[in-house]
């Protein structure tokens, strides 16, 4: 099955400062893509950025597939920098997305940053299930984003801010705690920074409640040959093992993972 | 249609054609199968094995470069018994050959993995003396000629297959390394394997690698790979296959033409997992152009202006 596709940009924003959104058109033949996936998109046109930027799907419609895009380099700076009607060169989809076969429906969805990203399209399926209840809870450094489009599809929402005063003034780690002790929730999925994913997972394992973690990792080739993106999991009862955050990631359960000080 | 005799011996390993890919670029294949049919390749270099499962080196491993990448992965692989009942079989099922790469803490480690080799189905092994990843062996057994000599000698008593030695460049002189492996019982030369590099995050004033150090490859380093097999091709009388940076057929010309009898995509895997196809359709095409009948009409044939 091939994988990599030419894509025209129907729409570039930048949707506040040093972030993007780009919808491009999806392919044809283009497989299910599932919430959580990601595709590795060309950034140059010659070998200078030489590897491939690995981006989440943000939400995948029946035409098109969103990428939220962070300026933060050379490769996601030329992305950003690309018009509408230009292509991208994408393959994908890969990795494996969250697991949404899930039985009881008290659902936390906590990201962080540009780890919100991901969550829209999860959010989105989880919307579409019978008799689930979902809680969205975002954090930001500073201005919000994305949050009217999450709005779309949850009412229950909170968004904390460490600069500014929104529902809560610190990390979003906090407000969590607390919704915890006040609510019984059947499961947690996360996008964040590693010490946001960090928290989440041990406030998961404390309440007895399973957690899905979408992990970012440095990548190179998105496909699981070159072993650089590898995330620290256990192994048995007292063992571990480096895996391929890329392949058998980027969702992982959270008791699996193990975060190094 | 005229015909293009890309075939190559490598004294004793017959390629159908002189493109292959690196090892610990392509995995043991799996990966790639959804981009490129592994029947065209020439050969596939496995991830580099060890007698024992090695978990690697912690995270980051990988920071990107101008026109490269430094990787610092420390061998991460399954063992050498895992790959000959898991992933040798799977490998077998394509039309083209399967060179294993091999790597040790000892002589004996080494040596070991060349007999547990010898009596599978495996049509060649690459002596990996060169990977800058690992604390103990690795590159340390490829930097002073004396020692490539002894650890070649040593596991040329072992295998029983066509035997590569994989070369540093990051040693004094290639020169005296290519005659050391040649010596020693090498069948074929490869290199280069990666140029020991560094990248420093100026905002943490921390290395980017969680090791440190770490293997440069890429487009970065093709004028040096170029420049080494020219050397080392011109010392020894063994086939030599050369890699370093090789993103497409101009490239791999570049090679052919400074001596190397085969040549190994690496980096350019990563980025576009069918470039071995485009490589090959390029090499096929430049041969005929320049209106030769076969590769082994180009190697070897630059010319020194000057000289």
């Known amino acids: ?261 | 249609m005229s015909r293009v005799d890309l075939k190559v011996d490598l004294n004793g390993l017959t390629l159908k054609n002189p493109v292959t890919v690196a090892s610990g670029t392509f995995g043991f294949g799996r990966e790639f199968t959804d981009y490129l049919d592994l029947n065209i390749l020439g050969g596939i270099m496995v991830k580099g094995l060890t007698l024992e499962e090695r978990k690697g080196n912690p995270t980051p491993r990988v920071s990107e470069t101008p026109m490269g990448m430094i990787n610092s992965v420390g061998l991460q692989n399954p063992g050498v018994e895992y790959f000959v009942k898991e992933e040798l079989p799977f490998l077998k099922q394509f039309d083209t050959k399967v060179i294993v790469n091999i790597n040790g803490n000892t002589i004996e480690e080494y040596c070991k993995i060349a007999e547990i080799l010898s009596k599978t189905s495996v049509d060649s092994m690459e002596l990996n003396i060169s990977c800058p990843n690992v604390k103990r062996g690795g590159v340390s057994f490829g930097r002073e000629p004396e020692m490539v000599y002894e650890v070649t000698n040593k596991v040329r008593q072992y295998c029983d297959k066509h035997l590569i030695v994989k070369l540093s460049p990051n040693v004094k002189d290639i020169k005296e390394i290519a005659i050391a492996a040649e010596k020693g019982g090498a069948d074929c030369i490869s290199l280069i394997n990666t140029v020991i590099g560094m990248a420093i995050d100026i905002e943490n004033q921390t290395t980017v690698l969680a090791r440190g150090m770490g293997g440069l490859s890429g487009p970065a380093i093709k004028p040096i790979a170029v420049r080494m097999v020219y050397e080392a091709a011109n010392s020894v009388s063994i086939p030599v296959i050369g890699m370093g940076g090789i993103m497409n057929y101009r490239d791999a010309i570049e090679f052919f033409l400074a001596g190397a009898n085969a040549i190994s995509i690496g980096t350019a895997n990563l980025i576009n997992p069918w470039v071995a196809r485009e490589v090959i359709d390029g090499i096929k095409e430049y041969i005929k152009t320049k209106g030769y009948g076969s590769i082994k009409e180009i190697i070897g044939k630059v010319r020194i202006p000057s000289l």
């Open chain 1, 1 to 261: 099955m091939n994988k990599n596709y030419i894509c025209k940009i129907v729409h570039n924003t930048e949707i506040t400062a040093g972030i993007h959104k780009i919808v491009i058109e999806k392919p044809k033949d283009l497989g299910k893509v599932k919430a959580g996936q990601f595709f590795n998109l060309k950034s140059g046109e010659e070998e200078y950025p030489l590897l491939r930027r690995p981006i989440s799907v943000s939400i995948i419609d029946d035409e098109t597939l969103t990428f939220l895009i962070n300026k933060v380099g050379k490769g996601t700076m030329l992305l950003c920098s690309k018009n509408k009607g230009e292509y991208i060169d994408i393959l994908g989809p890969l990795g494996n997305g969250f697991n949404l076969d899930i039985e009881k429906n008290n659902v936390l969805v906590v990201g962080g940053g540009m780890g919100v990203a991901p969550l829209l399209e999860l959010v989105k399926q989880l919307s579409l299930k019978d008799d689930i209840d979902i809680k969205v809870m975002l954090g930001y450094s500073d201005i919000p984003f994305m949050v009217e489009d999450f709005k779309e599809f949850v009412d229950d929402l909170i968004v904390a801010s460490e600069k500014k005063e929104f529902d809560y003034k610190g990390y979003v780690t906090e407000p969590l705690k607390q919704e915890l002790q006040n609510k019984k929730y059947d499961h947690i999925f996360a996008c964040g920074p590693k010490p946001m994913l960090k928290v989440v997972k041990n406030l998961g394992e404390e309440n007895d409640i399973p957690v899905q973690l979408l992990m970012e990792e440095r990548m190179a080739c998105g496909m699981g040959a070159c072993l650089v993106c590898t995330c620290k999991v256990k192994k048995g009862e007292d063992d571990w093992n480096y895996v391929r955050t890329c392949k058998e990631g980027p969702v992982f359960y959270g008791e699996e993972v193990i975060f190094d000080e």
